[in-house]
């Protein structure tokens, strides 16, 4: 895994790749459509993001640990005061 929460370095072995017929694809470059496909998606309940932890807006700083120590499988979303 590599990115935000893996960080930027990654080994991969490309035998793996290319004796699986596989291909390698960023997702910060995307077409437009892909992201509107994924809305419609997500609008029709046919896929969901795992979410791994919910936290109050007055828990920023703990959910910003949890964020850095990289141990959480999903997202962590914020939630605004009521």
Known sequence: ????????????????LYLNHLSFFDCTSQPREVFENLDG????????????????????????QDFMDKKSVGKLV???AA
């Open 41 to 64: 998606y997500i609008e029709r309940g046919e896929i969901r993001p795992l979410v791994s932890r919910t936290y109050p807006l007055a828990d920023i700083v703990r959910a910003q």
């Open 78 to 80: 914020l939630l605004p």
């Open 1 to 16: 895994m590599a990115g935000a929460i893996g960080g930027p370095l990654l080994v991969l072995d490309v035998h793996t």
